[in-house]
């Protein structure tokens, strides 16, 4: 997945026209959404090992809901 990332990111610094730019947003926002999954799944098999060390964070509840619409 980090490679996806990546990928996605050095073909950013390429020229795109308007719809290029529009799904190079999708990739990476996917991509992203993407990583975040996989490393849940990772923390729910530590939660059911007994080996998880829990963290407090912030974060933008709109922003996070918007970029879920904006996906579908």
Do not use: P
């Not at 026209?17 to 990739?27: A, G, K, L, N, S």
């Not at 922003?63 to 619409?69: N, P, S």
């Amino acid at each position: 997945m980090n490679g996806i990332i990546g990928c996605a990111s050095l073909l950013k610094i390429t020229e795109l026209d308007e719809d290029q730019q529009e799904y190079f947003d999708t990739i990476q926002k996917s991509g992203k959404s993407l990583l975040v999954i996989i490393n849940d799944i990772l923390d729910y098999s530590k939660i059911e090992a007994g080996k998880i060390d829990l963290e407090q964070e912030s974060f933008d509840l709109r922003e996070c809901l918007e970029d879920a619409f904006a996906l579908l």
